[in-house]
Structure formats: structure tokens, C-alpha cells
């Protein structure tokens, strides 16, 4: 899986969260079959910030998450 590919299944997790106007990644909206799936996209985006290919902030942008 690339980058791009791990930024689109996650979204697909996102939601709102109980604080108001506040969203996360909530990996409880994947069944079980596809967790491991989500993990390792998680995995994907984390290290690219990690590595500097971009900031957390852009990695939350492109996520909708903010």
C-alpha cells in the first residue's frame, strides 16, 4: 500500500468525535477483517511524518481531520 492509498482508507474512518467540531480516526468503524488493513495505513502515514515527508499537520489536513 502507498501513501496516497493509506490516506483514502483512512478517511473512510474518520468521524466526529463527542467534543464539539472535533474528529479522529475511530478504527471501531472497520470490521475485524479489515483492521489489520487500517493498521498498517496508520502505520504508512506515521512514518511518513516521521520521516519528513511531510508535517502532522498536512498529514491532518489530508485527512479531514481538522
Given amino acids: 500500500m ?8 483512512l478517511k473512510k474512518a474518520v468521524k466526529y468525535s463527542a ?3 472535533q474528529k479522529h480516526i475511530d478504527l ?9 488493513l487500517y ?9 511518513a511524518v516521521e520521516e519528513q515527508q511531510l ?3 498536512e498529514l491532518m489536513q489530508k485527512l479531514h481531520l481538522e
Fill in 2 to 9: 502507498d501513501f496516497e492509498k493509506a490516506v483514502e482508507l
Fill in 19 to 21: 467534543v464539539k467540531n
Fill in 28 to 36: 471501531s468503524l472497520t470490521s475485524a477483517n479489515e483492521r489489520e
Fill in 39 to 47: 493498521e498498517m495505513a496508520l502505520f504508512i502515514v506515521n512514518k
Fill in 55 to 57: 508535517t502532522k499537520q
